[in-house]
């Protein structure tokens, strides 16, 4: 991915200097914002001018929501390097959003080589949004794989999120994953832990989870659903909230926990009254046993799906301590994975089925987020940053969200690019956040 942004980069630095060859001395063109990162990998981002939109008459705030968002996603998106609106020496608002109306140069000169421009306008209860992409130096406009329409008030940032989804789809091939959810655990004043819904970028939580009680370790189920463990009746209970209603799932004494979804497939720890905790195949509404998948003296929890159902990445203590191990569906060719370590937790298979994050913990006692291929090459993520735990894998494996009590302000839920270099804050107001799970 980073390939064909950087190629782009290399093109438009290339046709920056033809520009400036055709033009009386403007200043050199940048190169791009390059960021130093572990390793002496660089990564440069495409300088992005997204001037205040533009308001025709009063939007009742749409506007400043529509800036806000795009400002937002961009910044999040990993790619772009969004230029503040002090470096601008010019009115932007006296320019108009057709390519006859904007000055190409001043953008130019400002480092910009995309840019943004967006308008709002009230037309009854819906929004009017005009949202479009230019390339500076070649001062004209990216036909975009996005139609804009009307949209109710409460629907601005949806719409940004799609037109973004677009701007990343031009540069990297690949849509954006604004708009998609994530479930995760608060930790409540009163001491329960609740299960919440948000959009990736922190806005729109929701609770769903009904008990006052600890209810802890979600994941997507079918249609929209959230499954997790609850000690609502005592026992550590597999339930599932969908669509306003919650239901129990397994009851079985013992552990049922750590549950995970793959297209009508439900794995989950099971221990079944106090024998040793394995795990299982369980009936997606039901709860019942469908079949066994490990049968070890160890402990085995935290199943993870590979992308195509197959194999199951999960957590067993049999060589000493807590490590990575793989198996098919069925449970057979089953192998460890990590051999690094003594304390390897929480995998997350990638949807591109090539790694699988998880937590270690390191020999000061930190916990970090690494990934490890299929053939057992580890590659740390974070250091020195707090404790970083429980990664999660965006829809398009690009992102991993974690969460992270770095800074000494509790634990909050952060999202970086998945090698690791740029790293953002998602919840960006209080703490007690964790056990976060990109719906994917």
Same mark, same amino acid.
């Given at each position: 991915m980073m390939k064909l942004v950087q190629g782009l980069v290399l093109v438009f630095f290339c046709c920056f200097a033809t520009m400036a060859g055709a033009q009386d001395a403007p200043p050199p063109p940048p190169k791009g914002i390059d960021i130093s990162v572990k390793g002496g990998a660089r990564r440069v981002l495409l300088p992005m001018a997204v001037p205040d939109t533009l308001e025709e008459g009063s939007t009742k705030g749409a506007a400043a929501r529509v800036q806000e968002t795009l400002r937002r996603d961009l910044d999040l998106?990993?790619?772009?390097?969004?230029?503040?609106?002090?470096?601008?020496?010019?009115?932007?608002?006296?320019?108009?959003?057709?390519?006859? &109306?904007? *000055?190409?140069?001043? @953008?130019?000169?400002?480092?910009?080589?995309?840019?943004?421009? $967006? =308008?709002?306008?009230?037309?009854?209860?819906?929004?009017?949004?005009?949202l479009r992409l230019y390339i500076v130096d070649k001062g004209e406009q990216v036909k975009l794989k996005y139609t804009p329409g009307p949209v109710g008030r409460d629907k601005v940032a949806d719409e940004v999120h799609k037109f973004v989804n677009a701007v990343v789809e031009h540069f990297t091939g690949t849509p954006g994953i604004f708009g998609t959810r994530v479930a995760y655990v608060q930790k409540m004043k009163g001491g329960t832990k609740q299960i919440y819904v948000m959009d990736m970028d922190g806005t729109n939580a929701g609770r769903v989870s009904k008990h006052d009680a600890i209810n802890i370790?979600?994941?997507?189920?079918?249609?929209?659903?959230?499954?997790?463990?609850?000690?609502? &009746?005592? *026992?550590?209970?597999? @339930?599932?909230?969908?669509?306003?209603?919650?239901?129990?799932? $397994? =009851?079985?004494?013992?552990?049922?926990?750590?549950?995970?979804?793959?297209?009508?497939?439900?794995?989950?720890?099971?221990?079944?009254?106090?024998?040793?905790?394995?795990?299982?195949?369980?009936?997606?509404?039901?709860?019942?046993?469908?079949?066994?998948?490990?049968?070890?003296?160890?402990?085995?929890?935290?199943?993870?799906?590979?992308?195509?159902?197959?194999?199951?990445?999960?957590?067993?203590?049999?060589?000493?301590?807590?490590?990575?191990?793989?198996?098919?569906?069925?449970?057979?060719?089953?192998?460890?994975?990590?051999?690094?370590?003594t304390y390897n937790t929480s995998p997350d298979w990638s949807p591109k089925g090539d790694k699988i994050a998880f937590t270690a913990r390191d020999e000061r006692a930190r916990f970090d987020i690494f990934v490890v291929d299929l053939e057992g090459a580890i590659e740390r993520l974070t250091q020195d940053q707090g404790n970083n735990q429980d990664p999660s894998w965006s829809p398009d494996g690009r992102y991993i969200m974690f969460s992270s009590d770095r800074g000494g302000k509790g634990d909050r839920i952060w999202m970086m690019t998945d090698d690791g270099e740029i790293q953002r804050l998602i919840t960006t107001s209080g703490s007690g956040y964790t056990s976060p799970v990109w719906a994917r």
């Open positions: 998106a990993g790619l772009f390097k969004v230029l503040p609106s002090d470096s601008f020496f010019f009115d932007p608002s006296k320019e108009g959003m057709n390519v006859t &109306d904007i *000055n190409f140069q001043n @953008w130019f000169n400002v480092g910009a080589q995309g840019l943004i421009k $967006s =308008s709002a306008k009230l037309k009854g209860d819906s929004v009017v949004l005009d370790l979600p994941t997507w189920g079918p249609n929209g659903g959230v499954y997790y463990t609850s000690y609502a &009746d005592k *026992n550590p209970d597999l @339930w599932m909230a969908r669509a306003g209603k919650v239901k129990k799932v $397994s =009851s079985k004494r013992g552990q049922n926990s750590g549950a995970a979804y793959c297209n009508g497939k439900v794995a989950l720890t099971l221990s079944m009254g106090g024998e040793n905790a394995d795990v299982y195949l369980v009936n997606p509404e039901t709860g019942d046993v469908v079949k066994r998948l490990t049968d070890h003296w160890a402990i085995d929890t935290s199943p993870s799906w590979s992308p195509d159902c197959s194999k199951i990445a999960f957590v067993s203590s049999r060589s000493g301590g807590p490590q990575i191990y793989v198996m098919n569906a069925d449970g057979s060719d089953q192998r460890r994975l990590t051999f690094q370590g």
